[in-house]
């Protein structure tokens, strides 16, 4: 039996494994529609989403286009004939007439269980706020903003010392097997849809740099979630000696401390005092230098007892 006609829409790497799967499966994948190359580094140089390099080793037309909402582009995917598009983290709202185009309409792989977690960072969010479970929802997309109704679930278990790259990487792979349960679904007419209850959603906006400033009277376990949730990106950060300190892996720890005071630092770390317990430095990057674990750290950057982190809030920048 011939493959779906499909037009896949996505831009960043946790859209890949999606992508590759549909086309494994022998879907007729007609056109990938991604966000435009973006320069890059000191040279800014363009940069092609990772979705486009992917398609292009396959051989399937590209689309990148500013406004997935201009006329000639909702023409141009009309044209195409699709009888389904597949959305991953493509990066734009999609507006009605494009919802409207395809048989089986538009089906969205999301990285939470919703209803919980609408929104751009439903990964981060859900290690933020200390979740133990999450996973992958596809879901029949409308208008609103991660509103549509429901169609498959899968969750796992997040590891308690789990952070955003590696939640991320399985959520990834597990997103793409997902959608090919669904696509198994809708080609056995076995698909069902459930409608999300309001009252149990919650958002998880867009990422700031500001998103990681450490509040040092908060519990350590509050900040060993953040700096979980937000790493590799942007990091959660505090200062020391007036330079930016990122805290790149940290653990909770029961020893009591004034908050945001060095208690000791050796081998295993740096422990710093929180609003309840202390966090232990496990990891760390300060402004101007290389990621690296504590006691390579230490080896060069003396810490002594005392010292107070966070009291300038420095360049956000490190």
Sequence with gaps: MAGLRIV?????????????????????????????DRPKGRGQKLVPPPVKVVAE????????PHRV?????????????????????????????LLDIPRYGCINIHAS???RYRGA??????????ETETGITTMQMDAGLDTGDMLVKRAIAIDPDEDAQSLHDRLSRLGAE???????????GTLTREK????????APMLRKETGLIDWTRPAQEIKNLVRGLTPWPGAYTSLHSKTLK?????????????????????EGILVGCGTGSLLIEELQLEGRKRLPASDFLAGYRIEPGTRLGSQPGNHDA
């Design 8 to 36: 896949f829409m996505g831009t960043p790497d946790f859209a890949c494994p999606t992508l590759r799967k549909l086309i494994e499966r022998g879907e007729e994948v007609v056109a990938v529609v991604t966000q435009p």
């Design 247 to 267: 805290v790149c892996k940290a653990a909770a720890d029961g020893t009591c401390g004034e908050p945001g005071l060095v208690i000791r630092s050796g081998r």
């Design 121 to 130: 960072a439903p990964i981060n969010w859900c290690l933020i706020n200390g």
């Design 69 to 97: 909402r201009a006329p000639e582009v909702v023409e141009q995917l009309r044209a195409l004939n699709p009888d389904l598009m597949v959305v991953v983290a493509f990066g734009q709202i999609l507006p009605q007439a």
């Design 196 to 203: 999300q209850d309001d009252a149990l959603s919650c958002y």
């Design 178 to 188: 997902t959608v090919a349960e669904t696509l198994d679904r809708l080609t056995a």
């Design 113 to 115: 269980l919703l209803p």
């Design 57 to 64: 080793e396959h051989g399937i037309p590209v689309l990148q």
